[in-house]
Structures are given as structure tokens and as C-alpha cells.
């Protein structure tokens, strides 16, 4: 089977996987429009995040390449010390990533991670660059969603082999071994077992480039399940550059049926090879075999036979995966718990790191085997001493959020659950003048974090939850924590699974019970109306009334679906299914579950297996709605559901059934507390996979829907949907919040961190008329003059700094014509000039600061310290006096006007008096600087050589800078100016009153 590439070069690709799919009027306003609106991004990158595998150029091995699980591709030209983003759209997974090292410039990426885990993102196909990464190609396989391993022939830059896994969520695709002869122009399938069996490894022996080996994977992951294994997984061999492939059986590998297989290949003398191949029983349906079987074998003879080393394989579907070091055939490193050997496999050591401990990947540089690089879900460790410790990256902001919230403190805190990253809490923004660093944020819960939420009257007591409804009550004062999980009355057993009562209804075991199920994101609520009522989703649902202390027990809300008796790829599950179930060990249960702000005890709950409830009474009944959703497949997904802070009966669902193999969208709204539902994503882009949709605070009709594929706002209720992606790379974003104090949009992305858009106005407020309008001058958010300082030592370069907001007032407008000519003006309460701006005229929202200053002096500033912007000609004027002001846009003869509400850091703590005489004494000193300006620049061009203009040019420079020292001097204290100070005025101000005389 031959198959052809896309021809297009990847800038432009940004949306077009897929193309829009509607008949919906057009918005009256496009996505450029919206560029204005600069969104910041806060990280966290202390924990970092999934990093599945990497190349480096080694004729210079300082420079890698570094493959995010869902955060795209990173390069680093200086040995992992700084990075730069260099693939980031259309799509934001990658499983491999393969530098053709005769000429490192091409580069070779192949799209949609290789694990099978039930968070795996997925791609549209291979991506081949020939500059260094700057520009990328759509080289074909769109169909592939998973790329096992990309193998490059070691001189011959048109050849190249591609081991394509397929969807892991069903059959068919582009999957098993491609082999392109033409650079990527053209592919011929060579190795293909069936539609439920895709590659998932392919390797090469280095001296003779027509001998490859291969393994093939057979899996399927649904929503209730996972089966890792079947007839279809093999290893495979070939001695003719890919045409043709013989099964690799017997000869001292193991019989039966096969899950994940990964190959290493030893470069020095490729005879020699270590298969990791899985096998087991009675899987615990979280990470471990109870029976081990199989496991590592060596072959010494190119594969003609081999030896079983040890059973040492854990947790297989995930990364099972060998290494041998390049230098040293003894060395073997494993994944997915990071371990060595040195004896050839028979015994692996797993030493004790300070890294991640769920591992993708390792790199052994060929030039030193003490240099090794450890990839896992937690980033980058780089060795010198042979894996044993390491350095930790804590500069690349990969942290992967499924869920977002915020406080009311100031700023406001964010707080979320990230992959295997457990739960966090850090602020918006810092009041230093380094950002937002990985050190302001703080840890609430271990495992994979899910669902946080403070609570909104006492935000010492937070709600965290882990994987399965790990539910706690967190004190952020003395950092204790209460587990109030619901549902275990008994207690439980310590594994996922319990073999000698699973799937054998009926049967019970004294102390043999698990714990109550749950989805690994299940959702819990504080009540918007009593913040000591608390409800959580297992299986069933739970109430609490007294924080979580004790529970009702408010029913079963699934369907109650047996899943053993559910088949996978045409089977029933069983004690030998391999990696059963992996990840998900419980199911059904709740997904999606929120109650009414303006109506107590409505309740919309949804379920994994297709089930949605609503009550009316607090949960004492419910009625069942999963049947109202026109055009939903049965037994669908509901991710989540917003509840109307506008209207008592208006509530929004999403549908997320990727896990069916279905890509499709499905957005819902009810005005009538879920009696009848309608569809409101027909003005989406095909296949974008909905996550999380809200309404926003001020506006009812404006709407945010957070998918795989980035942030849509839709300004009319769901008729039309405009993708908000401005200055974000593309990226899968699983929830978002809006801070309603300050009026900010929070996006958890599940790539690169957080990412915030202050003050929402302009898209609150952008209606169709605005849109029609040459110009219109948006509302402003409350701005603080907050006072910024550098805490910190000096940090070198690998270091994350989140973006601070803009300290100053945020002025939106729209353009319609670019280049329109406009004026930008604050006036004080008097009428009087403060301020004039300078506009940009793009056309759409454009967006520039007050800084909450009078005009800028002309004193050069700048470049003192490590996190100043740098040398200016001007300073920063005085701040104004808190208070009210007006910003005046005017075009040709019209003006309009917004009102600025200018607050006071609020850790000032003087009276409106003496800061009223701060801001006169210091505005007095900008007088004096702005006065002796254009003195000292006559001064300065004076060209007389005599002692007086020698001696004049010496004190009008001198004065200059001492007037500039008594400025700053002023300004990094608010308050009473000591009797110096006042004395230094007076001075200065009698100086240059003589300067500019004799300056003349």
C-alpha cells in the first residue's frame, strides 16, 4: 500500500486539521482579530511534565531535541541549560522525534504519543523538517494517531521507516511498518498483521542497513477497559530493507500470546539484541502483573536465537522499552521504573532518584557513557556519572492540567491536579519583579491530581482529590490533610483489583473488598449556596453537609453495567488479558456533576458509561436525561456540565467519546433544568474533542470551550464558536476558570502549564454593533499600583520565570479600519492631562498600559539589575494619587470615554494625606529633572573649551545624575522624604536654576 503526503508548509497549517465544518453565519469578528489580547503563561515548571522521548545531534552533542507527550518539540543548543519551542501546531503530541545525523538540519517527527495510557494524545501522522526545525512538512500517515518509533537510515536521506501504532481506541488506520524511499514523498506499508495490530517498535542494524527487526502491538483502550495484548503482537525480522518480514518464534522465546515488545539493537556489534517482551496473569489493573511471565531476552546471533535474562518488565503497556548503552552491551537500562543492569539483563538495579519515577525514555551519549539523559513523567534528568544522579530540568513548563480554580485572595491563587504531578496551589502573579516562579507554588496531594477547589469563604481549607476520588481537606496554614473519601466504611484493600472475587458477582472475601469505584477524574462540588455541603462522585453519588466529616449516600448514578462482561477487540476479559484494564480499574462512575448558583439542590450529574441525572431537590430524587441529547450516541461520556450563574433552569454539557473511537463534538444547552437539550457546536471545527464549557459571569450569551485542540469562544450562546489562540502554540486545554473579582480567563492546558488572559472586557463587551463601529473604547478593570522588587540572588539561565500582568491599567479598543488614525489621553478628575498614549491601530482588539504614572522623564533608566528590562532613554514618571480617572479615545472629532479606577497597593498603609504629599514631593523632583533636561543637553553641546563651560559641563552632568538618584531614591519608598531629601531639592532646584541662566 502506497500512501502520499500532505504538500504544505507547516505555518500554515495552524488550523486547518480539520477544516471548518458549518453552515453557521460567519462571527463579525475573526480569531486575528483577538491577537491583541496577549494571554501569559505561569507555568508551573517545577514538576514539569511527560516527556516521552528525544535525539541529539552528535557531532554536537550539545544540542537536543526534546519531545513533549502532548507540549510539543523543544530544542536545547546548550546541553539542557535554556530551551526554545520549535514544532507547536497543528497538533501537540509527539511519539518520536529522529535527527538524520549526516546533516542535522533534517529532522524527522513522528506525531500522537506511543504509550497507551487512557490520557494519551494523538497526531496526524510524520512531520519531516529540513532547516533546523523552523519549518515543518506533513509527510503523510495522517491517519497513524500513534507513532511507535521513527527509524532513519544511517546515510541514505530519503529512506526511513515508520512503525505506526493506530488509534488505540479502535480499528483500522494507518498502522504497522511504512517505508518511504523518496524522503517522505511517497510510503509502502511492508509489515502489516491486521486491523487491530499496529508497530509499535522498529530498529536497525547499524552496519548492514537492510537487516531490521520490529515489533508489532496489538491493543485496545476504551472508556471501561484496556486489553494490552493478542496474537497479533510479534516480533519481526528482515533481511531486505523492509519488503518483506518473517515472525521471529521459538528458539528460546516465549510461547503464547504477546503484549508490548521493545527492541534495542547494540550499535558496536548489532548481532547482539534485548527484546523486552510482556507477558503475565492477573493484572492489578493500575501498573503491575500479580504472575510474571516473559520479560527480557538477549539473542547474540542477530536473532536466530536467544535467552531469557529475567522476568524484570515493569509495567509494560506504558514503556516497556530497553536501552543498551552504545559502548557496552553488559549496561542495560529499562523502563518504565528507571532501572539498569550490568550483567547483560539478568539483574536489574533500580536505584533511588530525586527524579520522576514513571519513565519514558533514556539516552546514552555514544562519546561517554557516564552522560546519560533520563526522559519520565516528571521531564529531564541529565547524568554525568552513569544514571546514578542527576540533574533536574526546571525550566521547560510541560505541567499537564486536567483541572483549574482560583480564590479571592490578592492576587488571586491557582490551584490544580496535574498527570502524575499531584495537586497545586501557586498565585496568579508575584509582586517580584522575577514572575511567577516554580517556588511560589505549593503541593496539596500526591498521584495524579484532579479536581481542587478552595473554599470561597475560608481559603485556608482547600478540597484536593487524586486519581479515584482521592478525596481530602487540605489546611494551607499548618499543611495537615484529613482523607474525607466517601464510601469506605470498612476500609479497603490496598490493590486496584481483588482477582478471587473480580468479575464473579456475588462473590465476597472477609477484608477482600476494594475501594468504592470511582473514575480517575472524578469530580467533587462545594455547594455555591452552603460552603459546608460538599458533594463527590464514585460510582455513587455522595453528600456531605458538614465539610466532608460524614456522608449520605445518595445512590448509584451509572448504569450499573457489569464491564467483565463487556468485550474488547471481540473478547471478554479474563486473568491472562494482558494489562488489563491499565489505568482504569474502576468503572462506571460519575464524570461530570454541578449544582445550580442560582437555584439550591439542582443537581446535573453524568456518567462515564452514558448516564445523566438531574435533581431538583438536593438529590433525594432524580430524573433521568441521557435520552434528551439529540444525536448522541448511547452510552457516551459526559465530561462536564455548567450550570447558569444567569438563568435557574439554563445548564451547558460536553461530551467527550474520543474513548469510542469518536472525535466528533457534542456542546448541549437546557433552559429548562435539562427537560429538553439542543446542540450548540455546529459552528465548531470538526473533531476538536470537548473537554470543558463556561458561561461567562458577565455576559450569559458569551460562552468558553476548552478541547484537544485549543480554546473556542462562542459570543452568541453556541450558534457560532471563533478559536481564541493568539499567542499560545496549539495545545489540549481540559478545563478553565473565570476569576470573577478580576474578570480573568484561567486556562489549564494539559502541555504547557497555565496560561491567564487578564481582564475579559473586550470580549464581554464585543458585540456585533461594536464590531460595525470604526472605533470603541471597551471598560477597564480596577488597576493597583503595585510596588515590585527583586527578592531573589542572581539564578543563572535555567530557570522558569512565569509571566507577571502588566503592572498597570489594561486598555482595550477596537480598530476596524488598521492605521486609523486615533488619540489615547488620561485626564485626572480636574480635566487636566496625566498621561498621553501612544495607540497601535491593528485592525480588532488592540491592547496597550497605563502604567498609572504621569509622563515619563527624560532620565535615562535601566540595566541595574538582572530583571530589568534594560537601558532607556526615559524613566517612568511619578505615580499618580489613587483615585478615579478617564481614558479619552478620540477620532477626528469624536471622542468616547472610560472611567479607570486607580487602588493603592494594598500593603500601603498611610493615610490619602501623606500619600498625597508623597506623590507632590516626588512629582516636584520630576519637575526639576524634566526643567534641567534641556539645560544639561546645551550644556552637553556646548562647545567651548574654557575652565568655566569645562566646569559648567561638569556640574550640569553631575546634577543630572543626582537629581536621577534622588528620584529613584523617593520612588522605592512611599512615605515621608527624610530631612536630606528635602534638603537635596532644595538644593537641586536652586543649582539649576543658576545652570540654565549661565547656560544661556
Known sequence: MRVRPSRFLFPALLWALPAVLSAQPAASFTPADLGGLRLRNIGPASMSGRVVDMDVVESNPSTWYVAGATGGLWRTNDNGVTWSSTF?????????????????????????????????????????????????????????????????????PNIAYVAAQGSVWGAGGDRGVYRTTDGGRSWTRTLFVDDETGATDVAMDWNDPNVLYAS??????????FDGGGPGSALWKSTDAGVTWSKLTGHGLPEGEYGRIGIGVYRKNPKILTVSIEQGARYNASTAYIVRKAGVYRSEDAGASWTF????????????????????????????????????????????????????????????????VKLDDGGIGISYDRGNKFLYVTSLPLSQFYRVATDNAVPFNVYGGLQDNGCWMGPSASWTTGGVLNDHFSRLCGGDGFHVTPNPLNPRTVYSASQFLGLQRNDTKTWEVQDIRPGDSTGHI???????????????????????????????????????????????????VNSGRTWKDLGDMSTGVDRSRLALMGRLPGENTLSLDDGVPYFPGVTALAESPRMKGVLYVGTDDGRFRVSRDGGATFADAQDRFPGLPQGSWFAGVEASRHAAGTAYVVIDNHRSNDFANYVYATTDFGTTWRRIDAGLPANRVTRTVREDPRNAKLLYLATEFGVFISPDGGDQWVPLRNNMPMMPFNDLTIQARDNTLVLGSHARGLWILDQLNALQELTPAVAA????????????????????????DMIFRGENPTNGALIDYWVREAGTAIELTVIDAAGRAVQTLR????????????????????????????????????????????????????????????????????????????????????????????????????????????????????????????????????????????SDQRSELRYYTRLAAVLAETGR
Open 88 to 156: 507547536d501546531a497543528p497538533v501537540h503530541s509527539i511519539g518520536d522525534v529522529a535527527v538524520f545525523q549526516p546533516n542535522p538540519q533534517t529532522i524527522w517527527v513522528g506525531t500522537g504519543e506511543r504509550a497507551s495510557r487512557q490520557s494519551v494524545g494523538w497526531g496526524d501522522g510524520v512531520y519531516k523538517s529540513t532547516d533546523g526545525g523552523k519549518t515543518w512538512q506533513n509527510m503523510g500517515l495522517a491517519t497513524s494517531m500513534h507513532i511507535g518509533r521513527i527509524q532513519l537510515h544511517p546515510r541514505d
Open 216 to 225: 508489532t502491538y496489538q491493543r485496545r483502550r476504551s472508556a471501561y477497559g
Open 309 to 372: 535474562m529475567s522476568d524484570w518488565n515493569p509495567r509494560p503497556m506504558y514503556a516497556s522499552q530497553v536501552i543498551i548503552d552504545p559502548n557496552d552491551d553488559q549496561r542495560i537500562y529499562m523502563l518504565n521504573a528507571y532501572s539498569f543492569s550490568d550483567n547483560g539483563g539478568k539483574t536489574f538495579t533500580a536505584p533511588r532518584t530525586t527524579t520522576h519515577g514513571d519513565d519514558r525514555f533514556v539516552w546514552v551519549n555514544p562519546s561517554n557513557s557516564r552522560h546519560v
Open 494 to 544: 490496598a490493590g486496584r483489583r481483588n482477582w478471587e472475587t473480580w468479575g464473579k458477582p456475588g462473590a465476597e472475601q472477609v477484608l477482600g473488598n476494594a475501594m468504592h469505584p470511582a473514575n480517575w477524574d472524578a469530580p467533587f462540588i462545594i455547594s455555591p449556596h452552603d460552603t459546608s455541603t460538599v458533594y463527590a462522585g464514585g460510582q455513587h453519588l455522595f453528600k456531605s
Open 773 to 796: 463601529r470604526s472605533t470603541h473604547l471597551f471598560t477597564v478593570q480596577p488597576a493597583r499600583q503595585i510596588r515590585t522588587t527583586n527578592l531573589r540572588p542572581h539564578t543563572g
Open 839 to 978: 495607540p497601535t491601530t491593528a485592525r480588532g482588539v488592540n491592547r496597550i498600559v497605563w502604567n498609572l504614572r504621569h509622563a515619563d522623564l527624560p532620565i535615562r533608566s535601566g540595566g541595574g539589575e538582572d530583571d530589568d528590562a534594560g537601558p532607556s532613554a526615559t524613566t517612568p514618571g511619578p505615580l499618580v494619587l489613587p483615585g478615579t480617572y478617564t481614558v479619552r479615545l478620540s477620532v477626528g472629532g469624536s471622542t468616547q470615554q472610560q472611567r479607570v479606577v486607580v487602588l493603592d497597593d494594598p500593603r500601603m498603609t498611610l493615610s490619602r494625606a501623606e500619600r498625597a504629599a508623597w506623590t507632590a514631593f516626588h512629582r516636584a523632583i520630576a519637575a526639576v529633572a524634566t526643567s534641567h533636561a534641556p539645560v544639561a543637553e546645551r550644556w552637553r553641546a556646548n562647545p567651548g573649551t574654557d575652565a568655566a563651560t569645562r566646569d559648567g559641563k561638569r556640574q550640569s552632568a553631575e546634577l543630572s545624575a543626582r537629581i536621577s538618584g534622588l528620584y529613584g531614591a523617593v520612588a522605592r519608598y512611599t512615605g515621608a522624604p527624610t
